[in-house]
């Protein structure tokens, strides 16, 4: 790989081994007069995978191209190994990037695909033969090599954008929905060879996704974003322990919340929610003994049973009409719809958090 | 097809009544070229073919068709070069920048593409005699003068066929995969898009010189007392022998259905390489 002189964090002339590898510090930038990113501040460190997780339009795919140097910041610096890279263009950057739809080159073939960022970046026809046979083995579509992309599956597409994107060890792999355009079979078995694909490689990365579940599996830390802005950056055990507040433990979906205004006893506040990841929920009666521990119990109306693949997802209608969600074995007693039962959720799993 | 996906009626009206005024005169001509004599009834008489070999052994007919070729394929050429090199870049900026600039860039080049639709040919034809026979231009040689004239009344078909294949190809993505593997625009544009856009272009091409090879205005106004081109010389031969011209404008659309087919052939080729599976 080619050395990029640009400034450094310290000023010094080479980057520090111990700079992470990806620091992105306050970047703004308007589109169409339309603030998209707005002040976000993002580190990643060697070997760290780091997942965007948010709604169309939070900003996502935009900060995204801008690391990549796709799309140019209004305000604010990205530095990658302690250079700094905001001015640089992306054949400059040390990079290696999969796009939503691959962008695979359509009239070369799955091996020329992979020696062709080798080549642009001046290494020779050996040593770029030597890289895609390595890499073809790698996600193990040697017997595919000669085929046109057109000729694959949505599934090799994906591994051989992911090999041409890791054929120059770029220092940051970036990735935009890599697995979105798959179909949902493919997408579990694949996103978890990736995963261990990184691991083994030790291969920073930074990917975006609006799928939660896959930005939980596939992230060391997961950036929950809303409008431009990181609302929460944390382990995904941490976001599920602690969302920051009530629009990132609502976007999440993984807890119940109840208004604490509306509760009765040591239960009421003047503001904010308490909220409970969905399994602490319990129908009274199923609750395990605890010894007398302290619990929320109150009254809810079923709505509706929603059989899952994994469980049966029972829709309560809680106090002050809060919607809440209990999980049920299949082989659990069918509840009726309309039917008034006790839920109970244990204290330890309360938390408290802001309006 | 069912019931329900059967165009309606008034749409297989017109589509017969289009077909009719274009196959009816079509018609006529291969039967008037195919004729001894139409001038007693309102039938054809004494079948032959002498009016295809006279037409096909005629030096004045090779030597226009020679001279049509030449000078259509010069203007096909200036035109795919100078429209390859406008559009291409263009329709790229546009689809990688949203900002105003390429987005006026490509509107100019609309623009551009619209305006020899609005003049009509005779009126290119009096401006270029004006300008290059009569004024400055006297020097100039005059087949390079209708190379320069016609070259600009092709833009349209070099223009909107490169504009769509780039847009089908998602130009844009290409380059910008390019950029992050490290390679320059002009890499990705020569190893990835040129090659993927060659039938775009030959079809582009061979519809240009066809079109050229067609032009009867300016091939007329511009080099009548010079060069004889193909169209003015059927319309001359009209009033000598209106069975040989018959023949000869039979063969002319023979040949420019045989190229159309071939570009519509390149197309078919080239749109169902690019849908995705």
Known sequence: MSSIASPTLDGGAAATADAPHLAVRDARLALGGRPVLRGIDLTLARGEVVALLGASGCGKTTLLRSIAGLQQLDEGSIAMGGRFVQSLPPQRRDIGMVFQHYALFPNLSVRENIRFGPLARGEDAAQADARADELLALIDLQAMADRLPQALSGGQRQRVALARALATRPMLLLMDEPFSALDEHFRLPLRRQFR??????GQSCVIVTHDREEAFEVADRVAVMFDGVIAQCASPRELR???????????????????????????????????????????????????????????????ANYPGQQRVACEFEGPNGQTLTLWRRHEDAELAAGSTVELTIAEPAMRWIED | MSAAQKPPVFSAFALAALLIAVLVPMAALLLYGLSGR?????????????????????????????????????????ALICGALATIPAAIAAQLDPHPKAAALRRALDLIALLPFAIAPVVIAISALELFVGRWGGWLPLPLVYVAVVAPTLFPLIHKTLQSALAQLNAAALIEAG????????LTIRRVLLPM??????????LAWVTAAMEFAIANLL?????????????????????????????AFAGVGAVVAGVAALTRRWTAVDQPR
């Open chain 2, 38 to 78: 139409w001038d007693r009834h309102w039938w054809p008489e004494a079948p032959t073919l002498r009016w295809f070999g006279e037409a096909v052994r005629d030096p004045r007919v090779q030597g226009a068709v020679l001279r049509t070729t030449a000078l259509a394929l010069a203007s096909a050429t200036l």
């Open chain 2, 197 to 206: 856009l060659a039938p775009a272009l030959l079809a582009a091409f061979l």
């Open chain 2, 223 to 251: 080099l009548g007392g010079q060069l004889e081109l193909l169209q003015p010389l059927m319309n001359s031969l009209r009033n000598a022998n209106g069975h040989q011209a018959a023949a000869l404008m039979v063969l």
């Open chain 2, 179 to 186: 950029r992050t593997l490290g390679a320059s625009d002009a």
């Open chain 1, 241 to 303: 322990r602690a969302p920051v507040n009530r629009r990132v433990a609502d976007f999440l979906g993984m807890f119940n919340r109840l208004d604490a205004r509306t509760l009765e006893g040591t239960w009421r506040r003047e503001s904010g929610h308490w909220i409970a990841p969905v399994e602490a929920l319990m129908l009274a009666g199923d609750s395990p003994d605890t010894h007398g521990a302290p619990a929320l119990r109150f009254p809810a109306t079923l709505r």
């Open chain 1, 196 to 201: 261990q694909l990184q691991r083994e490689l």
